[in-house]
């Protein structure tokens, strides 16, 4: 009984850190969509530069 009980808490453990594999995959791809459209999308600088979107 006890090894039947390990291997559905095993089952459990990996099927929860895939899914949160999944999810993190999915904001990862988001925060570089943001990223790259704060590259394309910045306004211009003084003296005819082009300045930095982000404040760091």
């Known amino acids: 009984m006890v090894p039947l009980l390990l291997v559905l808490l095993l089952v459990l453990i990996l099927f929860g850190a895939g899914f949160a ?30 300045g930095r979107w982000y404040r760091w």
């Not at 999944?22 to 005819?48: C, E, P, Q």
């Open 21 to 50: 594999v999944k999810i993190l995959w999915w904001i990862a791809i988001a925060v570089l969509v943001l990223w790259l459209l704060g590259f394309v999308a910045r306004s211009g600088g003084t003296g005819g530069r082009r």
